[in-house]
């Protein structure tokens, strides 16, 4: 099941959005990048990879007929599959592998099997050839599906929501993916720290944002976009719309719009 040629698609860029702390925006981030880089004219797919199924539901999809614990229990049991298995088309131009509840129950039979980090990896590479982004959402722990991203995927970005000054989970996060490079994905990079739901006037978020910039920001890229907080973004992941098409003229829309651009470069 061992996969490391990367290189098979050069320009597919794979990005896992990942931070083991809850609510931080991952799943929003991972749909309204996606949304962004579609309206860009990229060819994009997103692999929700945690079993709440936000991502599919910021994405308008409920109830998709195959998912990502489909996939993965085909690929356990050895199946070959064919490129597109398991994708669905969505309203405003994204593709997805959907998950739902059912996933968490491939947790355990992930346990037992051999190289269980490497699982997602092999649906990655059979895809990118397809796409010029695979954006891997992922739920919030460290876990095994996270484990399966970061072996996935060629850098991580990460969505840092800034409520408390604590950065004690941020630097767990940071080595957790060095861990993963030096024994699973060498190539693995972190592609940036996002500031998300942000009220930028408050003096706590300017102390946090200073003192993540300080113990970070020589080493890690931090994203000049920051994405502030806002009412209509809170409502939008029910909506199954995304924020471009919610609140088109709103704070919001236009930090995705700015943030897809820093992402392409
Ligand atoms: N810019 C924003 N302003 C206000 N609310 C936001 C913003 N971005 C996201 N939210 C809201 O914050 C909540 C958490 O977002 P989201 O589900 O994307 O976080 P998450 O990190 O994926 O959570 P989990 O860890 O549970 O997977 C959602 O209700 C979402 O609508
Ligand atoms: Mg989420």
């Known amino acids: 099941m061992t996969m490391n040629n990367k290189i098979a698609n050069n320009s597919c860029k794979v990005i896992a959005l990942t931070n083991q702390k809850g609510g931080v925006a991952k799943s929003f981030t991972t749909a309204s990048l996606a949304v962004g880089l579609v309206q ?15 991502a599919s539901r910021c994405l308008g ?21 064919k490129a597109g298995y ?6 405003e131009g994204v593709d997805l592998l959907a998950a739902n509840v059912n996933y968490a129950m491939l947790e355990f ?23 010029d982004y695979i954006l891997i959402d992922c739920p919030p722990n460290l876990g095994i599906f996270v ?40 190539s693995l990079e972190i592609c940036g720290i996002l500031f998300t739901v942000v009220e930028p006037r408050t003096v ?7 003192a993540i910039r300080e113990a970070y920001g020589e080493h ?3 994203y000049d976009t920051i994405i502030p907080k806002s009412v209509k973004a809170a409502e939008c992941p029910a909506s ?6 919610y609140d088109p003229c709103g704070s919001v829309a236009a930090a995705y719009k700015s943030l897809t651009r820093e992402v392409i470069g």
């Open 40 to 54: 860009e004219g990229k060819k994009v797919l997103v692999i929700d990879n945690d079993p709440q199924g936000h």
């Open 61 to 81: 999809v409920k109830n998709a007929s195959v998912t990502i614990a489909d996939v993965m229990d085909r690929l356990i049991k050895g199946e070959q599959l």
């Open 86 to 91: 398991g994708i669905t088309s969505t309203e």
């Open 109 to 131: 039979s992930l346990i037992s099997v051999m190289s269980r980090e490497k699982v997602l990896e092999e649906f990655v590479q059979m895809e990118r050839e397809f796409y």
């Open 147 to 186: 484990l399966n991203a970061l072996n996935a995927a060629d850098s991580a970005l990460i969505p840092v929501k800034l409520e408390d000054l604590s950065i004690d989970g941020l630097q767990q996060l940071i080595q957790t993916i060095g861990m993963a490079k030096r024994h699973l994905n060498p």
């Open 204 to 210: 706590l978020a300017k102390q946090s944002m200073a």
């Open 220 to 222: 890690v890229k931090i």
């Open 240 to 245: 199954g719309i995304s924020i471009y098409k």
